[in-house]
């Protein structure tokens, strides 16, 4: 039999997320974002939960957009990097993809181009990383026009840098950009907030807003966890305890002997690590859940199991299951612990860690 290292993936929380995102948005629209395989919780699997929900889907690149095609929705698919290649403006065209704009180059192989996709232009309100500058905008749109692309274009794009922190006024200096670049345009649609953005009070939410993180349960938010803002869980990444020992005062345990115990201790291993994608750099205290109660890591992680604490949980015992992250622990917690973002742990479980879709956690 195989190991029971898996990932739960409720889908009745995916969409009610996505709808406390349609709630938060007001009078826009929400497109969902699923890109990076839907935040590691399979791109199929996710599209088809939303598919009667989300009027629209985004993506980074166009072989997501494909797979998309591939598994039969015929949703409209937003390339938010646009195409890396000419030769790729064809297909987005014939299989109705509407792509990203955010550069001089783009706008070289529109030119060549025999079928012109819908597009979006990109504006740099402050992000720096792609898009045209607000006054450079008129020259652009004027460039579409003189070769007869204006009727292409559907709307304008840009990224908030800072919406995770409440303390900055950032956000609100990029949506005052957007709003005045985009002024002598008011029938073209426009699109800014992203997840973060959903959580201020009296943002601005423009045509469509692009809810991603959040639909999956975790925080876009600093200091704060999913389950704090109103958002369910969608992942549960559970595990077997395997086994079970009691060490002594001044014995260690993994690699490093990086934790010794001061007192009799009882350990238990859990058949999960960094090669499942559990973060190496998640030591010692790092919460998990096992048997009714929280315990805690102690040492390091190894490519293939965990030590847990199980002081406070005095009834577990080898072939419990362990819960990593999920309903009782927040993954935003974990990544804290780990010293990155939620956003990086659920891309990063790995291939050999099965999704298994609509059925709940059994050790929880």
């Given at each position: 039999m195989p190991r029971k290292t898996v990932a739960h993936i409720d889908t009745a929380a995916l969409r009610y997320n996505y709808r406390l995102a349609c709630s938060l948005s007001g009078p826009a629209r929400a497109m969902a974002v699923i890109k990076a395989d839907g935040y590691g919780h399979g791109i199929r699997e996710v599209a088809r939960a939303l598919a009667d929900d989300a009027p629209k889907f985004a993506v980074a690149c166009i072989e997501e957009a494909l797979a998309l095609r591939e598994a039969g929705f015929r949703h409209p698919v937003v390339l938010l990097q646009g195409v890396h290649s000419a030769d790729d403006l064809a297909t987005c065209a014939r299989e109705g993809f509407e792509v990203v704009v955010h550069s001089d180059y783009q706008l070289c192989w529109l030119e060549g181009a025999n079928e012109v996709p819908t597009l979006w232009l990109k504006v740099n309100t402050g992000m720096n990383r792609l898009g045209f500058p607000p006054g450079g905008l008129p020259d652009v749109m004027a460039w579409l026009k003189s070769h007869s692309m204006d009727q292409k274009l559907t709307g304008f794009v840009t990224h908030f840098a800072c919406a995770d922190d409440p303390a900055s006024d950032f956000t609100a200096q990029q949506t005052r950009v957007f709003a005045e670049t985009l002024a002598d345009w008011p029938s073209l649609e426009k699109s800014?907030?992203?997840?973060?953005?959903?959580?201020?009070?009296?943002?601005?939410?423009?045509?469509?807003?692009?809810?991603?993180?959040?639909?999956?349960?975790?925080?876009?938010?600093?200091?704060?966890?999913?389950?704090?803002?109103?958002?369910?869980?969608?992942?549960?990444?559970?595990?077997?305890?395997?086994?079970?020992?009691?060490?002594?005062?001044?014995?260690?345990?993994?690699?490093?002997?990086?934790?010794?115990?001061?007192?009799?201790?009882?350990?238990?291993?859990?058949?999960?690590?960094?090669?499942?994608?559990?973060?190496?750099?998640?030591?010692?205290?790092?919460?998990?859940?096992?048997?009714?109660?929280?315990?805690?890591?102690?040492?390091?992680?190894?490519?293939?199991?965990?030590?847990?604490?199980?002081?406070?949980?005095?009834?577990?015992?080898?072939?419990?299951i362990v819960e990593l992250w999920g309903p009782h622990v927040s993954v935003d917690e974990i990544a804290h612990h780990a010293g990155t973002i939620a956003y990086e742990l659920l891309t990063g479980i790995t291939a050999r860690v099965p999704r298994l879709y609509d059925s709940p956690g059994s050790g929880a």
């Open positions: 800014a907030c992203n997840s973060a953005a959903h959580f201020r009070a009296g943002q601005t939410m423009f045509d469509w807003s692009r809810p991603g993180i959040m639909l999956y349960g975790a925080s876009p938010m600093l200091a704060k966890t999913g389950p704090q803002l109103g958002l369910k869980p969608v992942m549960t990444l559970e595990a077997q305890l395997t086994a079970e020992r009691t060490l002594q005062p001044g014995e260690s345990v993994g690699y490093g002997c990086s934790w010794t115990a001061e007192r009799e201790t009882r350990m238990g291993i859990v058949a999960i690590g960094y090669g499942d994608g559990y973060p190496r750099h998640a030591g010692t205290d790092t919460p998990a859940w096992v048997a009714g109660n929280r315990i805690r890591l102690i040492g390091r992680v190894s490519m293939d199991m965990l030590a847990v604490d199980l002081t406070g949980a005095p009834e577990a015992s080898p072939g419990d």
